[in-house]
T-cell receptor, first 115, second 111 residues
Framework: NAGVTQTPKFQVLKTGQSMTLQCAQDMNHNSMYWYRQDPGMGLRLIYY???????DKGEVPNGYNVSRLNKREFSLRLESAAPSQTSVYFC??????????????FGQGTRLTVV | GEDVEQSLFLSVREGDSSVINCTYT??????LYWYKQEPGAGLQLLTYIFSNMDMKQDQRLTVLLNKKDKHLSLRIADTQTGDSAIYFC???????????FGTGTRLTVIP
């Protein structure tokens, strides 16, 4: 049982390049999330998807787009990467549409550097 | 977003107790969580507490909640080197879709 799988694990981009971070979960969860983690700032929500076919902005959506391809997959796209997007990106999933007391499962993270 | 504050670093000696503190601002917080992040890994849920509780104990972990002061703490008894990690507190309010995370506290256990 793989849980939440993110690819790639590491990526270096040049400013202006585009890329898509992939996330897949095999737990049949409804909700999926993309966070970025920056030193001293905790995790900040970029986008989330409460269910297949829906997506909503989080705290820091600028510069990103997402696609909930199906129930399993939720991708994050950087159309024109900027150095400020250098970060560690985490995908998470959970059952249900609000956190309440059900556990969120996190992927291993993607370390992205934009030069 | 909501404000969730933690101190950034904590060092303790192996065998001592660790206390990691967190303050939050949202008075309508429903659940409060502690997550652990080991180096190079994602976050794992350690424990959570519902806002109408004062304390929750789970083996070596004790969570204390002071709702009046909006203060949450995680005590780890008999801290081991394997407890070295970053610990995040997080909170969610009823009807919200987002967990708000603190900055994380890096716990270093000295052998």
């Amino acid at each position: 049982n793989a849980g939440v799988t993110q690819t790639p694990k590491f990526q270096v981009l040049k400013t202006g390049q585009s890329m898509t971070l992939q996330c897949a979960q095999d737990m049949n969860h409804n909700s999926m999330y993309w966070y970025r983690q920056d030193p001293g700032m905790g995790l900040r929500l970029i986008y989330y998807s409460a269910s297949e076919g829906t997506t909503d902005k989080g705290e820091v959506p600028n510069g990103y787009n997402v696609s909930r391809l199906n129930k399993r997959e939720f991708s994050l796209r950087l159309e024109s990467a900027a150095p400020s997007q250098t970060s560690v990106y985490f995908c998470a999933s959970r059952e249900g549409t609000t956190y309440l007391n059900t556990e969120a499962f996190f992927g291993q993270g993607t370390r992205l550097t934009v030069v | 977003g909501e404000d969730v504050e933690q101190s950034l670093f904590l060092s303790v000696r192996e065998g001592d107790s660790s206390v990691i503190n967190c303050t939050y601002t949202d008075s309508s917080s429903t659940y409060l969580y502690w997550y652990k992040q080991e180096p190079g890994a994602g976050l794992q849920l350690l424990t959570y507490i519902f806002s109408n509780m004062d304390m929750k104990q789970d083996q070596r972990l004790t969570v204390l909640l002071n709702k009046k002061d909006k203060h949450l703490s995680l005590r780890i008894a008999d801290t081991q080197t394997g407890d070295s990690a970053i610990y995040f507190c997080a909170e969610i309010s009823t009807g919200a879709n987002n967990l708000f995370f603190g900055t994380g506290t890096r716990l270093t256990v000295i052998p």
